[in-house]
């Protein structure tokens, strides 16, 4: 087994489902076909059918697209005649709508697309038109998403915890004439919120998302909330059916989010506790008018645009590394000659150090920028001066609408910086900062969460060199480290901050006490013995699949030392 996490798509059929599946997976695929991204190489296109691959699902797609015949495609793969028509009727059909325009499609196509499992955006490919107008296009003939029950007591009794996934049908009409309701989702009266889930796991965004949305629900529960859950991941504790009141079993995707808000009618969404995956739907959840509950869009957003964020930084007399943004290879040269080598290169708005290096010359700062806008087109690129041979720390709090603010862990890196935090050994405490080191990370820490005005938790990474405490970034979200902290203080981190978030509580309400005899270290877990090819050296890219956590009574602990050795020899190259 190669995979770290999966997806699941429940649907009608299994062309509904597949392609749920596949629009759940954040791939940047909007599902099967229709997006423009599908392989068009007839020998690269045999050679994944060939070689089983991750992608093999899309790669049968295309191979149909390209005019290979089932019997090729059968042959080659021996995956049942059956599936393989099922993916050659929703080429046909793909087909068949890329006839019309947004104008003349009719209801009885455009109703079959959506119940095959096709999202507005796919259609919108297919039409050359907007992703909006197929959704308004769809408004008017009143092609509208229903919710089925999923029954957890096998229709014996009334199920006490349902759960449900959507599909698009008409009200079906019994022997006796009796109409049943399409919709199985009664919406209650109640007072509700939503959850955005994690998504799949991924390197980068693991169960630690998980572990923050069940707390985050839980939490909202005991507010007298009614809670409902939005996520695709079989494996989480979220989409245990008695978890949330609600559960949606449906893809993190905004097509499916914003119909069952539409349906719903919450009092808002909480966003902050899914990683990447809730957090990119914030803008639109904002465009929409749809209250985020905790720290707003336009806060998160300035967290991400470094321009703005170095500006509050500079405001605020807080000390951060020299860095620049570039469009292109050209203007990345040019910053290079004001930052010096070396120098951090990263795309934008991306999660587990996603396309991160650092380079030390022009020809690998070329080299790279072009390898980032090939693969990311229009994203811009962050250029920061390296702080080589500084130690790197973070720190995790809660914030409220009042400005108050409790640290709940500050953890000292014991790789230098450089290394992925999901990717470093970690202390909880810090162990060798000296205390004037610790009250600049406080300081700053308390004064970034309030210029953001933070409402929930909030991370912010710190490089210390010559005794100077550096703002790398800050991230008014759930962050990977807080059920770490949580556990190794046994304290409710999350619970608390959901309440906070939803208005319930203040700081100043909580009586904290963490307990932690001696130290917590987080170690992180890797996968390489499953990737023999892959390039196994640490840096600002995450690898790691997981973590583990490790309770020493003192740093006269053999592990300990180990890995403290291991940062003494790293810093002395």
């Not at 919108?124 to 229903?146: F, N, P, T, W």
């Not at 097509?255 to 899914?274: A, C, S, T």
């Not at 307990?515 to 170690?523: D, S, T, V």
Request: hydrophobic share 40%.
């Amino acid at each position: 087994m190669k995979a770290v996490g999966e997806v699941m798509g429940i649907g009608r059929s299994f062309q509904e489902a597949l392609h749920k599946a596949t629009q759940s997976l954040e791939i940047k695929r909007n599902g099967l076909g229709a997006d423009g991204k599908g392989y068009k190489d007839y020998n690269q296109i045999i050679d994944k059918l060939t070689n089983a691959s991750w992608d093999r699902v899309f790669a049968i797609y295309d191979a149909i697209a390209m005019g290979i015949p089932l019997s090729k495609i059968y042959d080659i793969t021996k995956i049942d005649m059956w599936y393989l028509k099922q993916y050659e009727e929703l080429f046909y059909l793909e087909k068949e709508i890329s006839t019309y325009t947004i104008d003349t499609l009719d209801r009885d196509l455009l109703l079959e697309a959506k119940q095959k499992g096709y999202g507005d955006r796919q259609i919108a490919h297919m039409l050359d038109c907007l992703e909006s107008e197929v959704y308004k296009k769809r408004e008017e003939l009143k092609i509208k998403r229903v919710y089925k029950l999923v029954d957890t007591c096998a229709a014996e009794f009334k199920a006490q915890t349902p759960y449900y996934y959507s599909t698009f049908e008409n009200e079906l009409e019994t022997a006796d004439g009796k109409k049943l309701p399409a919709n199985e989702s009664v919406v209650s009266d109640k007072k509700k919120i939503i959850v955005l889930g994690s998504g799949p796991n991924r390197i980068g965004q693991g169960i630690e998302f998980d572990y923050c949305c069940v707390h985050g629900v839980l939490a909202a529960a005991e507010c007298g909330y009614e809670t409902i859950m939005i996520n695709c991941n079989p494996e989480t504790v979220s989409t245990d059916f008695d978890t949330a009141d609600k559960l949606y079993f449906e893809p993190v995707f905004w097509e499916h989010i914003y119909d069952i808000i539409k349906h719903e009618k919450p009092e808002g969404v909480i966003v902050q506790l899914g990683g990447q995956t809730a957090l990119k739907l914030a803008e639109k959840l904002t465009k929409y008018g749809i209250k985020i509950l905790g720290t707003s869009f336009e806060a998160l957003d300035l967290a991400e645009d470094r321009g703005s964020f170095s500006d509050l930084l500079k405001r605020n007399n807080i000390p951060y590394p020299e860095f620049g943004i570039a469009e292109t290879a050209d203007e990345a040269l040019a910053l290079a000659e004001q930052l010096d080598f070396p120098i951090l290169v990263r795309p934008s708005y991306v999660l587990g150090g996603q396309g991160m290096k650092i380079v030390i010359n022009k020809d690998e700062l070329v080299e790279h920028v072009v390898d980032l806008l090939k693969g990311m087109p229009g994203n811009k690129l962050l250029l920061d001066h390296y702080l080589d041979g500084a130690i790197e720390a973070e720190a995790d709090a809660i914030c409220d609408a009042d400005g108050n603010v409790y640290i709940i862990g500050i953890m000292e890196h014991i790789e230098p910086c450089g290394v992925h935090s999901g990717d470093s050994n970690a202390t909880l405490p810090a162990f060798n900062l000296g205390e004037f080191v610790m009250q600049q990370i406080k300081d700053h820490t308390h004064t970034i969460a309030r210029e953001l005005k933070t409402v929930g938790l909030i991370n912010v990474q710190f490089a210390i060199k010559d005794d100077i405490v550096y703002i790398i970034e800050a991230n008014p979200r759930a962050s990977r480290t807080v059920p770490f902290i949580a556990k190794a203080y046994k304290e409710p981190y999350v619970n608390y901050a959901t309440k906070v978030m939803l208005g319930e509580k203040k700081v100043t309400d909580f009586t904290f006490n963490p307990q932690l005899e001696g130290y917590a270290i987080k170690q992180p877990v890797f996968s390489f013995n499953k990737f023999p090819n892959v390039n196994k050296k640490l840096g600002p890219e995450m690898k790691s699949t997981g973590e583990s956590i490790l309770f020493i009574d003192d740093l006269k602990d053999d592990q300990f030392y180990d890995l403290y050795s291991r940062r003494k020899m790293y810093l002395s190259k």
